[in-house]
């Protein structure tokens, strides 16, 4: 037998043309040789080698299939003609073209959600350092934050470990992007890869990314894919030992509501309410209550029982923060430190309201006792139990999702500005984008976003940014926190993907359609991808409509997703949004 190989451009090795025989996989440095005995008509056969990245685990058997994006050629539905989506650019090459002298940085892209009030599984633990406050850690019971909650926690990591992943893996590019299953099993393991491949394939293939399947943060196979560092999303405490685009530290404190407030952008007035010191004495150590309740939960929790230093510690310092909002007069705006999600945030424009926040936070087991409890030594430097008060921007006449891309040198590409979706909760639900307005709204934000741009840059983050600004008639109808009279205000900095980082990507996809506007949101729906699809088949096809992520929850015969819509105008656009929301329910990121 002769082997063959054939090199491309770049060194990497590419097979033959595949054949229905028997192949083998064997592990080669850090690629796999997958060997295909191949027929010919001159002599007995040829092998094919055909080199592939992976997880090494895979290379354990023979005839391991390997799925990479790269190898699926066009998306398929039997009986349904899915269109290839072709972006306007990647993740992957704004990063190149961000830091020329980097560009050959093979970069690992994560882009996991995280939250501290409990697991996601064995291999994802909470975090304990970088603390977020997303709508669980505020809402639910303590008592129920525990690993034998497993519907929360299956929720939570449907979310956070495959749909958010994938919406920010369908604008990546050609990158590793690192992804982790819901658990171990091989049920589930093919499953979360079944569903993220299935969202990809529609993509063209030269912006498909490579994914990277592994069990947790601390199990990334850096080496085995040749990546060189990560970049991410959110802070997870388990890349602290990886080589990072940027320090998980700074990227927490850019991304807080007191590093907001202190940066200098024309931010509402507020007061930031700061947490001292940390709780003197460790659960074990501090008294009876403390030690009872460590034993029989799994998050670390100061009970009002309590009868030691810790207990005193938490009482002092929830004083300050319940006094500063007892005599804060409504209307005003709340939020915790760090959110997600829109989660953390409390509008308060009533007594009634106002008075309903007091009962909450004095709770014994209410958002501010929880919080307080998960300081520590090794963070309360971050002031992670601080709470930012500010006031209301008034008569807001427009809301914007700013999004772009800041380069090393601190220049700024403008990608977008999307209008937002919230719900009564405030928490963020999806975006629009008309086309045909973002030269003007370019000109209108440019200053900002330059600004914004510059401030990020100096702490060393290359990167996407979203901020999201309310706009006001008159300039100085609302005091900012900078003293600057405006009628831009920045209401949120969020220095990473949005979620609305889809939409100006598409441009060239809807307009060649003819069509000007543009949505992405998130629904629950009954049954499986396949269902949604032939119901929305003629939309599919058109390429007005098309899945952003999905994950398909087999025992509850329902699935969360994010789909994108296009349509000629807004109008068009308000109805088709509204037809696809009768049959389903809102999902909050």
Request: charged share 20%.
């Amino acid at each position: 037998m002769t082997l063959l190989c054939l090199l491309n451009r770049g060194g990497a090795a590419r097979g033959l043309r595949s054949t229905s025989y028997a192949s083998s996989t064997i592990c080669c440095g850090r690629h796999n040789i997958n060997i295909n005995p191949t027929p010919t008509a001159a002599r007995g056969s040829q092998l094919r080698l055909n080199f592939t990245n992976t997880y090494p685990r895979y290379c354990a058997t023979a005839s391991q299939p390997l799925h990479t994006m790269g190898s699926v050629d066009k998306p398929s539905l039997a009986g349904i003609d899915l269109p290839i989506i072709k972006l306007d650019t990647t993740l992957t090459e704004l990063f190149r073209r961000a830091s020329p002298q980097n560009a050959s940085t093979r970069l690992g892209m994560v882009f996991c959600g995280v939250n501290s009030g409990v697991d996601l599984n064995p291999d994802f633990p909470r975090n304990t350092k970088y603390l977020y406050q997303d709508s669980p850690f505020n809402t639910v019971p303590r008592k129920e934050l525990t690993r034998k909650n497993h519907d929360l926690r299956k929720s939570l990591a449907m979310k956070y470990l495959s749909l958010i992943p994938q919406r920010d893996a369908f604008i990546a590019g050609p990158s590793p992007v690192i992804m982790f299953n819901m658990n171990q099993s091989p049920a589930t393991v093919a499953h979360d890869r079944e569903e993220a491949t299935t969202t990809l394939s529609v993509l063209d293939p030269s912006q498909r990314p490579n994914l990277v399947f592994c069990p947790g943060p601390s199990k990334i196979p850096m080496r085995e894919y040749g990546i060189d560092k990560i970049t991410y999303k959110i802070v997870a405490d388990g890349l602290e030992s990886y080589p990072l685009t940027h320090s998980l530290e700074t990227h927490w404190i850019l991304n807080s509501k007191a590093g907001l407030a202190r940066s200098g952008l024309p931010t509402p007035r507020c007061d930031i309410i700061s947490v001292k010191g940390y709780p003197p004495a460790s659960p074990r150590s501090c008294c009876d209550a403390c030690r009872a309740d460590k034993r029989s939960n799994d998050l670390t929790f100061i009970p009002e029982s309590c009868s030691g230093p810790s207990g005193q510690w938490v009482k002092t310092e929830s004083a300050k923060v319940l006094s500063a909002i007892s005599s804060r007069p409504v209307p005003f705006v709340l939020k915790n430190q760090q959110v997600f999600g829109g989660a953390g945030t409390w509008v308060v424009t009533t007594q009634e309201q106002k008075d309903d926040l007091l009962s909450d936070f004095s709770s014994p087991d209410g958002p501010l006792r929880k919080l307080l409890s998960q300081v520590t030594p090794e963070n309360h430097h971050m002031d992670p139990a601080a709470v930012v008060i500010s006031d209301m921007v008034s008569n807001p006449i427009g809301d914007y999702g700013l999004t772009f891309f800041v380069n090393e040198d601190g220049e700024p590409v403008f990608l977008a500005a999307s209008e937002q979706m919230t719900d009564g909760n405030n928490a963020w639900v999806g975006s629009t984008i008309v086309y045909s307005r973002q030269e003007a709204l370019y000109e209108r934000f440019q200053v900002l976003m330059s600004r914004t741009a510059e401030f990020v840059a100096k702490h060393g983050y290359v990167g996407p940014v979203g901020i999201d600004v309310l706009e006001t008639g008159t300039e100085g109808e609302t005091e900012t926190h900078c003293g600057e009279r405006t009628k831009f205000h920045v209401v949120d900095l969020n220095v990473r993907t949005s979620g609305s980082l889809a939409l100006p990507l598409l441009k060239g996809h809807f307009t060649q359609r003819g069509l000007d506007c543009a949505s992405s949101f998130g629904i629950t729906v009954k049954g499986g991808r396949e269902e949604f699809v032939r119901k929305w088949r003629r939309e599919f096809e058109e390429g007005r409509m098309f899945v952003l992520s999905w994950y398909e929850d087999r025992e509850e015969g329902a699935s969360i997703a994010d789909v994108v819509v296009g349509a000629e105008n807004e109008e068009g656009l308000q109805g088709m949004v509204e037809r696809v929301r009768e049959g389903s329910e809102e999902v909050i990121f």
